[in-house]
Nanobody, 126 residues
C-alpha cells in the first residue's frame, strides 16, 4: 500500500485546514490509520488515530476539541480536520497505517504502524 498525504499549507492562527490521506494498492478496511506530526527540531508525535472498523477515534491531548479524524469509505480516504490552529501546530504531518488492530493504549506508538506517507507541511503564523 502507498499513502499520499495532502492538504497542508499556510494559515493564520485560528484558521482551519483539512488534511487528506489517500491509500493506493489496498483499501483502509481492517486498518488503523494514524496522523503524526514532526515540528522542526522535535521528535515525531502522535496526533490522532482512527480504527476503520467500528470508527473509534483517539486524539493527543494537545489537539482534543480542535482536530477531528474521519473517514470516507467510498473514496478510500482518511481526513484530519484541523480547526483553531495555533503556531505550535506547525509541523510536517504524516499519515500512517497498520492493517490489524492496535490496542487503545498503543495508538500513539509509531512502531505499531507499518506504512507511512510522505508528509504534508502545515505552517501556522502568529
Amino acid at each position: 500500500v502507498q499513502l499520499q498525504a495532502s492538504g497542508g499549507g499556510f494559515v493564520q492562527t485560528g484558521g482551519s485546514l483539512r488534511l487528506s490521506c489517500a491509500a493506493s494498492g489496498r483499501t483502509f478496511s481492517m486498518s488503523t490509520t494514524g496522523w503524526f506530526r514532526q515540528a522542526p527540531g522535535k521528535e515525531r508525535e502522535f496526533v490522532a488515530a482512527l480504527r476503520w472498523n467500528g470508527g473509534s477515534t483517539f486524539y493527543a491531548d494537545s489537539v482534543k476539541g480542535r482536530f477531528t479524524i474521519s473517514r470516507e469509505s467510498a473514496k478510500n480516504m482518511v481526513y484530519l480536520q484541523m480547526n483553531s490552529l495555533k503556531p505550535e501546530d506547525t509541523a510536517i504531518y504524516y499519515c500512517a497505517v497498520r492493517y490489524g488492530r492496535i490496542i487503545n493504549t498503543a495508538m500513539g506508538d509509531m512502531a505499531m504502524y507499518d506504512h507511512w506517507g510522505q508528509g504534508t507541511l502545515v505552517t501556522v503564523s502568529s
